[in-house]
């Protein structure tokens, strides 16, 4: 009775991985069939953002910051058109009178940011360069 008990059971088991087998097969065929079919398309849309980026017209989707060229006699100039003393102007854009003194000597170059605010200097008014002094100055004592 036991053996007749063991070989029934295994059996059973035999049965159930074979019926398991041949209903997985569909799945994996199926499976590897949408894997194909996503690779086919994530390729196509490789290729298709790729050409559209290449046949994109001369527009800059964002915008390239302007580029400044500032050297130190035009420091000067700026600085002494508003009869400001190297610490009062390095105040101004933030930075160290050091630094400054170094930009209008030539012996480095300020770097893009800071080249930004010495030329919003440029075409700035004697109204316009009172109202920031007295930003600065209450910025200061504040």
């Known amino acids: 009775m036991k053996d007749l008990f063991i070989a029934l059971n295994e059996g059973i088991r035999n049965l159930i991985i074979t019926e398991t087998e041949k209903r997985s ?3 994996h065929k199926t499976l590897r069939q949408f894997e ?3 690779a086919k398309i994530e390729k196509r849309l490789a ?6 980026l290449t ?3 001369n527009q800059q989707t964002t915008p390239t910051p302007r580029k400044f060229r500032i050297k130190g006699p035009d ?3 700026i600085r002494q058109r508003f009869n400001l003393s190297q ?3 390095a105040r101004l854009i933030e930075i160290d009178r050091a ?3 170094r930009w209008e000597h030539g012996k480095v170059r300020p770097n893009q940011n800071s080249m930004a605010k010495i030329a919003e200097f440029r075409t700035m008014g004697k109204k316009e360069f009172a109202r920031r002094m007295a ?3 209450e910025a200061i004592w504040k």
């Open 25 to 27: 097969i569909p799945t």
């Open 87 to 89: 610490s009062d102007f």
């Open 47 to 52: 290729f298709l953002e790729q050409e559209f």
């Open 55 to 57: 046949n994109l017209p």
């Open 99 to 101: 630094t400054l003194n």
């Open 135 to 137: 930003q600065a100055e």
């Open 75 to 77: 420091i000067v100039a």
């Open 36 to 38: 194909r079919t996503l």
